[in-house]
């Protein structure tokens, strides 16, 4: 496995250009901060800033047209469709690129609803980012399903597949599911879960993945997840180093039977079936930047190679995995010893990524964010568009919510120290 060097990781981001890539700072201009608030957006990467740069001030026009400006913007767009496709193991006109995320799922749910029935179920995970729980609540009321939720568990937050198994019957159309938890950090196992909604029923239930809060500690290879039953997977690359973009997969024999969501003269086109909002033309173009940096990231740490894109970006992925479970972990040990309610796994393990929330006794997560910002910490709290999840939990206060520290592969061991002082400045310790 490759061991990852931060020093080098750090080379490929702008913000860290003031401090020469060293371990000091998190920030450009604020060499004395360290931002723990990645699962809100991550550092743009140096290439997809460049990319991004040069269309804006070379070619911003209608692509596709015989100018030369015109020629080499479609050019560009096409490179990033085809560079993105390449790093997640996808034909390229199996990839779908929206605003957003969350209208990605407006647009597939809408698009599910001349596929269900009235008395269809669809089934839900409360522990889901909103976004992937709204479009399917809305699908279900335009036609006549009945929306039910898959319960967290209230201790502990987990999703426990046997309470799955009681709410599949015969009517059950598709299962609604993150890939990760953005509160709790638990990693649901994406291929069980297709592999048991197969064994439960003689009908085929659609299995739809949100993947925005697991993405951004290593790109999924799609490819594979779609070979083992996951029938559509989003997720987003403002929080994986690159423009604000929703990127969304969907299985060709699942896209072939929903209704198509664009100008009626591009249902034809596989890639353009879902397209129903036409994003920026500069942020597609800049998508190629991911690849550039996931490639320089491998050939620096592992030399040149003769491998797959996909293959170099997965090895990418176990690296930084590694590295940032490395990371979390003295936190975690930190706060199991304050007199904190850790939300999700009190360690680091295989089933958990590293983001980590926490409630204080006697203190809102809005004040333990401010002394943090006091220390120089970047952190974050509320419910994070993940409220259902936290009410099952005995969060009483959902707009006050928790506070999350989250972590991305820039962040340096002297980042976790920092943190870790300032952790044992604000918070009181546990009574024995």
């Not at 598709?174 to 197969?198: F, Q, Y």
Request: overall charge negative; some cysteine; glycine content about 8%.
């Amino acid at each position: 496995m490759i061991s990852l060097d931060v020093e080098r990781v750090r080379q490929h981001f702008p913000a860290f250009a003031n401090t020469g890539g060293s371990e000091t700072g998190s920030r450009a201009g604020d060499e004395n901060w360290c931002f723990f608030e990645n699962a809100g957006g991550t550092l743009p990467v140096k290439y997809v800033v460049d990319r991004l740069h040069r269309f804006y001030s070379k070619h911003k026009v209608q692509p596709y047209g015989h100018a030369p400006m015109q020629a080499q913007a479609g050019r560009d767009m096409d490179e990033g469709r085809t560079r993105m496709a390449a790093l997640l193991g996808l034909d390229v006109d199996d990839l779908i690129l929206g605003p957003s995320t969350t209208q990605n799922f407006n647009t597939l749910a809408t698009g599910f609803t001349g596929l269900l029935e009235a008395g269809d179920e669809i089934i839900i995970s409360e522990q889901d980012h909103e976004a992937n729980i709204g479009a399917w609540l809305r699908a279900a009321k335009l036609a006549g399903a009945k929306a039910v939720f898959w319960q967290a568990n209230a201790e502990t937050g987990e999703l426990e597949q046997a309470e799955l198994l009681k709410l599949i019957n015969p009517r059950t159309r598709l299962v609604a599911l993150t890939h990760s938890s953005n509160i709790i950090g638990s990693i649901n196992p994406l291929t069980e879960i297709a592999d048991l909604l197969k064994n439960a029923s003689k009908q085929k239930i659609f299995l739809i993945a949100d993947g925005v809060s697991y993405a951004p500690h290593g790109l999924p290879a799609i490819d594979q997840l779609a070979a083992n039953g996951v029938d559509a997977y989003c997720f987003s690359t403002y929080k994986t180093f690159g423009t604000h973009m929703g990127v969304m997969y969907i299985h060709p024999e699942l896209s072939s039977k929903l209704t198509p969501q664009c100008h009626y003269f591009n249902t034809g086109k596989r890639a353009a079936r879902f397209d129903s909002a036409g994003p920026d033309h500069a942020s597609i173009a800049a998508l190629a930047g991911i690849a550039d940096y996931l490639e320089k990231l491998y050939a620096e740490h592992e030399g040149a190679s003769a491998t797959s894109l996909v293959q170099q970006v997965q090895a990418c992925s176990q690296a930084i995995k590694k590295y940032e479970h490395d990371l979390a972990a003295p936190v975690l040990a930190c706060l199991r010893n304050k007199n904190v309610r850790i939300f999700g796994q009190a360690t680091m393990s295989e089933t958990r990524e590293a983001n980590i929330a926490f409630s204080t006794v006697g203190a809102t997560a809005a004040s333990v964010n401010q002394s943090l910002a006091q220390h120089h910490i970047a952190a974050g709290h509320g419910h994070f568009y993940a409220p259902r999840v936290l009410k099952r939990m005995g969060c009483e206060d959902l707009e006050d919510g928790v506070v999350r520290l989250s972590f991305a592969h820039y962040n340096s061991l002297s980042d976790v120290e920092q943190l870790l002082s300032a952790l044992d400045a604000i918070l009181p310790q546990r009574k024995s």
